[in-house]
């Protein structure tokens, strides 16, 4: 379906818990969270219930999210019945991957198709100021990635968020696109939620043209390809000594909002038309015994129509934030 901007939205990431096993310093809280309620977590059938109908109104590519999706119980199956509704083309998962060697088999027979995987360093100890966790969890993850890349038939990718805290090694992650048939896509840090303010004291991290100019020096002849790698907002890069592109994502410099095709269903049953606006259509009502499909896909229409035109991470003047307020959640609880 088109937005009344005649955008096409086709691809919509679907958050299953906002519950996680890291703390990543850019997108929750450290110490103790409050968790959300069980029982407002949407159910397998309710999350089957709104794709089948987002389905119909031409979403096509579903991605997995959280909080991490993998503490989600019975996950695969799910994957797997999402995998059967008819219109649906894809569906992948994006993950912090501590999890996923145990669920990887009823994940492959569930016709997973690709896995995104979180990444932000290479060194234990940054691994460990990162996210909190201890950081000999960093190892296994990259032997994982390397099985992932050579041993499954799943395509992967790996997401860095571009920090301070790991600018000297992005050279050296984006590297891991050489040894590797897999894209390295370097993620502009989004100032939202517990982080609006971003965090202070911090160095100021290079912006993605700067990286970019930064990798050139690595590898002169990288280049923009026009090639459809992914579902979103990615430009790429190619080399001809890399096996995988180098991806950018410019969320907060670089707005490409106008070619924007997707939708966000938080855990609890919110449908985001655009990550930065706490702005979106309520479904928890209309998943209620009595409300019929029609009533529940006119307000997936509605929310697919009013899709605000542009975000306003960047917006120095406060001009369009006191049109809308702007999200005031973390990301694990809206759904990265
Ligand atoms: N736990 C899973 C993971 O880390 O992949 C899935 C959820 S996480 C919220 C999804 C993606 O959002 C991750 O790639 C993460 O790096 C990214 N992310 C989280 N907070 C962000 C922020 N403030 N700015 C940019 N990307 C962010
Ligand atoms: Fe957890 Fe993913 Fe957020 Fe890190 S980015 S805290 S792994 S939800």
Not at 101 to 109: I, S, V, Y
Not at 228 to 249: H, M
Request: include cysteine; hydrophobic fraction near 35%.
């Amino acid at each position: 379906m088109l937005d009344a901007l005649g955008r096409e939205i086709n691809y919509l990431r679907g958050s299953v818990t906002d519950r996680c096993n890291l703390r990543c310093c850019y997108c929750m809280p450290r110490g103790a969270v409050n968790w959300l309620p069980s029982n407002t977590l949407l159910t397998d059938e309710q999350i089957l219930r709104i794709c089948r109908l987002a389905t119909g109104l031409g979403i096509s590519r579903l991605k997995i999210t959280g909080g991490e999706p993998l503490l989600r119980p019975g996950l695969p199956e799910l994957i797997g019945r999402l995998k059967q509704l008819p219109g649906v083309e894809q569906v992948t998962l994006t993950t912090n991957g501590l999890l996923l060697q145990p669920q990887l088999e009823p994940l492959l027979k569930a016709c997973l198709d690709a896995v995104n995987l979180s990444l932000d360093t290479l060194q234990p100890a940054c691994f460990s100021r990162i996210t909190g966790a201890d950081g000999a969890k960093l190892l296994p993850l990259l032997s994982l990635l390397r099985d992932l890349t050579q041993h499954t038939p799943l395509k992967v990718k790996v997401n860095t968020v571009i920090l301070g805290e790991n600018q000297s090694e992005l050279p050296q992650l984006a590297d891991l696109a050489r040894q590797l048939p897999t894209d390295v896509r370097f993620i502009e840090r989004m100032p939202l939620g517990c982080h609006r303010s971003g965090n202070p004291g911090q160095t100021v991290p290079p912006t993605p043209r700067q990286l970019l100019a930064q990798l050139r020096q690595k590898w002169p002849d990288l280049h923009a390809v026009h090639e459809v790698r992914g579902n979103g907002p990615a430009s790429y890069y190619a080399s001809k000594t890399l096996q995988g592109r180098i991806g950018l994502i410019a969320a907060v410099s670089d707005s490409f909002c106008a070619s924007c095709n997707r939708l966000r269903l938080t855990c609890t049953g919110q449908l985001k038309s655009c990550l930065c606006y706490d702005y979106g259509a309520d479904l928890r009502p209309l998943l209620q015994p009595g409300v019929t499909d029609q009533q529940l896909e006119a307000a997936l229409k509605a929310a697919i129509w009013y899709k605000p035109a542009a975000h306003c991470f960047a917006d120095a003047t406060g001009l369009v934030r006191q049109k809308f307020q702007t999200e005031i959640r973390c990301m694990n609880e809206i759904g990265g």
